[in-house]
Structures are given as structure tokens and as C-alpha cells.
């Protein structure tokens, strides 16, 4: 889930020890417990890593509960701006320390944990020993739209002659973390007979990437990777010199929907696929 607020001035203790946070003032504050957490965030169109400090700063002797972030690799002025993020997985609880030197030397090994916790996982084409993993993972996703009531591939496709497929033509592609897959995604250049109909209209004629078969594994659902695996296509589009995007989901995966809006796609209208109406996104990718 998405959280967003305006960043506000803080006391700047953050700042004196060698961890500048912003400070958020939220719309919709998460019910979590105090502690610490990585997160991934957008701010002012761009998107980074952070690590959320949720909590009173007992450390400090201050009572009120704060929500600040320390923003990875970043030295800009956002006051006022708009902050959203997204917790990918909790650190620690709150804890009282004895000292602020001792306070710096956790926060330190803290941000290591946070970069760890949010490592980018390595994309390379998949290969036929990949499949029994890329269909495990399907599977998985099949069994949660399934769970959402969402009868989106719940007639066995895709499958593994999809997949197979997807091989032979060096347009799958897994996504390997800690030596592991993760996720799969197939990164489509031809033109796709089910977008030459549409009820409505694309934003461009021009040559597109779409990206189909979307999987990412139960144990890092929700995690940012499928925001991940949409910029690693248009990496690959802009590499190929495509800078359209097109993209299609189904009307109840309010998921993908979401994700889909929130990665700069706009509605163009409804194309009927092997399986039903789904709804139709494109976008203009650069640079």
C-alpha cells in the first residue's frame, strides 16, 4: 500500500548525526508498530530508497510520534513537496539507547540492512532450465487473483508452451535475486493482433514495447518489483529505440491498475485478448 503527505521541517536532529531525514506529514498514517523500516518512495516525479523511522525518538526524550525517512543518495530541498512510499520490509522495533553515539552506530548498520533489504534483482533472458521456477511462479499468481476473485488467467494460461515460447524468441526475461528467481516478465517488440482493435484510441501509432506475463514470487509480492520489472522494459525499449509503451490488464486486478497509473501510463480504452476485455495503457517513454 501506498502512503503520501507533504514534508514539513523537523528538529534536524537527523540531519547533526550524519542522516538527514524529511519529515513526513501524512494523509493516511500507517498502523505499524515503531521501529524501522526500508521503504521505496517517489518525490518530485522520481523515485528512490529510504529507510522510515516510525516512533517518539525515546533516545532523544521526545514523545510525539514522527514519521521521517532517510532518503538514500539524496541532497535535495523538498520541503513542501509531496512524499508517497511504500514499506517493503520492517528492520527493527524502536529502541532507547543509551547515547547518540551508540544511536549513529545503529542507524549506520541500520542503512545497511535497509540497502540489502531493497538490493535491485538481476534481469538476464531466461533459459529452458528456468522454466520449472518461471511456472512455479505463475502458478503462485495465478492462485492469488484466484483468491481476489479476479478470474484473470484462471484457464491455464499462460503456460509453459507460452513460456517456451517466450524463450525461443529471447523476449523472457527472469529476475534473479541472492541467486534466486524472483519474478518473470515477457518484453514483447512485435505488434500485438490484439491491440489493432480498440474500443478507443492509443496515444500513438508509432513502434511499442509491451510487457506481458507479469509473475512475481508469494514471498516478495508487493515488494516494488513489478514497478521494477515495468522500468527495466523501458530501459531495454529506449536501448531499441522504441519510446511507446503499451500494456493491458484485467478490469478487477485493482493491483495492476494501480501499478499501471502510478508508473505514468494513461487509459486508451478496452481491447478484447485471448480471455476477455481488458483494460488498455500506453505511454510515451525518453530518456
Known sequence: MMYRGIVIHGLQNGRKFGFPTANVKL???PEIGKGVYAVKLEVIGQQYKGMLYVGTRPTLDLNELSFEINILDFH?????EMLSFEIIKKIRDEQR???VNALIEQLKMDRKAVRAALA????R???KSDVPAIMEIINQGKRRLKSLNVDQWQEGYPNEEAVLEDIARKQGHVFVLDGEIIAYAAFVFDWDPYYE???????????YVVVHRIAVADKHSHQGYAKFIL???????IKKGVHAFRIDTHMANHYMRNLIRSA???LCGIVQVRDGKRLAYEKAISQ
Open 27 to 29: 494523509d493516511n498514517a
Open 197 to 207: 482493435n480498440i474500443d478507443g484510441k492509443w496515444l500513438t501509432d508509432n513502434p
Open 264 to 266: 505514468g501510463f494513461m
Open 231 to 237: 522500468k527495466c522494459a523501458e530501459k531495454v525499449a
Open 76 to 80: 535535495k530541498d523538498i520541503y513542501d
Open 120 to 123: 535491485d534483482p538481476r534481469r
Open 97 to 99: 539507547f543509551d547515547n
Open 125 to 127: 533472458l531466461a533459459r
